[in-house]
């Protein structure tokens, strides 16, 4: 997935599991950048009694790099904190929420917001800002979206933020990526035979996530709150990640309860999709995540000669040869994933950072959202797409999965000719999103409920 | 600056506390001060910790007797071999 469970350790704390990050200029606010972070992969909308909820005892930061080296100039943080109105009763609500102070809403959670400057020092910009109920049916959480609408606070510094449930926005046919890479269109040329080709399946369409979205303005976000004079001015380009952490100790008491102790230490780390879920390898995973970006240069290797990238070829007999055939470092991920794209690349886009290598979102802030925008980004002709920083309905598992089997390779390197699969490789061809979003902030769109949802 | 002593350190992680390794050594746990409001308010004073509020002492490294404590957000780590020992020597 795009880093859903992605690594063995991280795989079993899911309310510390960052599965997703978007980094947009806000289509209906341009003069503002969305930044989101997704939590608690594949959640079952039905999952009752103790429904979802972000984690007491993790501290969930959204980083921006301004200066390009790959560390944090600004952080916003949020803790987070549950309010039990009736320890004395076994449900969530006693009643229907109509509102997030309804005396039927029994477990609440609320949460603080902090920035963090690159000298460690934290202001708290918020706190006590309220979320809404997990989507359970219509009788306990009628006009759901209504609901969520009141979750969303704008804070005095300026910036707008909700935290809270949401429908899943990665769509990707996981049975299929996860039984030896069955791909579409060609999966009847895959080493193993299987049968007839299927439609792919839309995995995710029916789970939700933890969202923390936060809107801030431009200037706030920017090296020395600089205005950038045009697409080309290095100070356009943010560099984007997020990142959850926990105490070092946590001691289990003989009550039932849990004591934490020490400094906050990295548990998760998300910048691209799909980087430690595809291309870092299994044993070095756990320790991918508790690193900064900064740190990902010992990681080069693996993004200049991805496995999947040999894996392809060998699946899929006869069908990527020119891929097969390449060797060299594959200069065009190292600059997708690690320093962005310099000017001329691409014709009137850049995202470049330097050469500083970490793999973060890169988000050019003088590029205008798309009026007909592409799933595909960059690749279907849209600079306002992924990898320039990502938006909700970016599918960037196709676009990444292209650009692994070679498709963005002569970007690089005029010697090679990509291979016909490479442009047409995907896992759902065609998926539907009707209603899978917002037009309007935290853009991701209504969580599916339990009542709409019961388990397979 | 934390204000732990040798002394304090091992009054308060050799009571009640068996295993060598990782060493909660939590005012509000069954130790020697829970029997005394007087004393346990006392070694928290000369301890430098609230009332109530836990410590953490782990040994990260017996052979070269370093040990990590955790106390609120903050990690230190000190050196001192004869206190690994004597961690180490306690049944």
């Not at chain 1, 109920?133 to 005095?156: K, V």
Request: proline content about 7%.
């Amino acid at each position: 997935m795009s880093s859903h469970r992605e690594a063995p350790e991280i795989s079993k704390d899911p309310v510390a599991d960052n599965t997703d990050v978007y980094a947009f200029l806000s289509p209906d606010d341009s003069s503002t950048v969305t930044l989101i972070a997704n939590f608690i992969p594949l959640e079952g909308p039905d999952g009752g009694p103790n429904f979802y909820e972000f984690g007491d005892d993790v501290v969930y930061d959204i980083h921006v790099d301004n200066d390009g080296d790959g560390d944090a100039d600004i952080t916003y943080r949020f803790r987070f904190n549950i309010e039990l109105r009736n320890p004395n009763t076994f449900l969530y609500n006693t009643g229907p929420i109509t509102s997030l102070n309804s005396p039927n809403f029994n477990r609440r959670q609320f949460y603080s917001v902090s920035m963090v400057n690159d000298y460690g020092r934290e202001t708290f910009l918020a706190k006590n800002l309220a979320c809404p109920p997990c989507n359970i049916g219509p009788r306990s959480t009628p006009n759901y979206e209504t609901l969520a609408a009141q979750a969303i606070h704008t804070l005095p510094s300026g910036e707008r933020v909700f935290a809270g449930q949401r429908l899943e926005g990665f769509y990707v046919d996981l049975g299929a990526v996860f039984d030896l890479a069955d791909l579409r269109p060609f999966q009847e040329l895959h080493l193993i035979h299987t049968g007839a080709a299927v439609p792919g399946v839309d995995s995710t369409k029916n789970v939700n996530v933890h969202t923390i979205a936060i809107q801030v303005p431009k200037h706030l976000l920017t090296k020395n709150h600089v205005q950038p004079k045009n697409a080309q001015d290095p100070h356009a380009v943010l560099g984007v990640y997020a990142s959850a952490g926990r105490r070092r100790a946590r001691i289990t008491l003989s009550n039932g309860r849990t004591e934490e102790y020490g400094p906050w230490e990295q548990v998760s780390r998300l910048g691209n999709p799909l980087i430690n879920e595809a291309l870092i390898p299994m044993g070095q995973k756990d320790r991918w995540n508790s690193l900064p970006p900064s740190a990902d240069h010992q990681f080069l290797q693996y993004v200049q000669h991805p496995e999947l990238a040999k894996l392809l070829p060998v699946l899929y007999p006869g069908v990527f040869p020119n891929l097969a055939a390449y060797s060299k470092a594959r200069a065009d991920l190292v600059a997708i994933l690690l320093t962005g794209l310099p000017w001329g690349v691409i014709p009137n886009f850049q995202n470049y950072t330097g050469p500083k290598q970490a793999d973060m979102l890169r988000l050019n802030i003088q590029v205008a959202p798309a009026q007909n925008p592409s799933m595909f980004g960059i690749l279907g002709g849209d600079l306002a797409g992924f990898p320039n920083g990502r938006r909700v309905f970016d599918d960037v598992f196709t676009i990444e999965l292209r650009a692994i089997a070679g498709a963005t390779l002569p970007l690089v390197d005029n010697t090679f000719t990509a291979d016909a699969a490479a442009s047409a490789v995907t896992d759902i061809q065609n998926p539907d999103l009707t209603a899978r979003y917002l037009p309007h902030f935290p853009y991701l769109g209504t969580p599916k409920s339990g009542f709409e949802v019961p388990a397979a | 600056m934390l204000k732990l002593t040798r002394r304090m350190l091992i009054k308060q992680t050799s009571i009640g506390v068996g295993t060598v390794g990782v060493l909660a050594a939590a005012l509000t746990t069954k130790t020697r001060f829970e029997n005394s409001s007087n004393t346990k308010a006392k070694a928290a004073e000369e301890s430098g910790l609230a009332t109530g509020e836990g410590l953490v002492v782990y040994v990260t490294d017996s052979a070269t007797g370093t040990l990590t404590l955790l106390r609120g957000e903050r990690a230190t780590t000190i050196t001192d071999a004869a206190l690994v020992q004597h961690l180490l020597a306690l049944k």
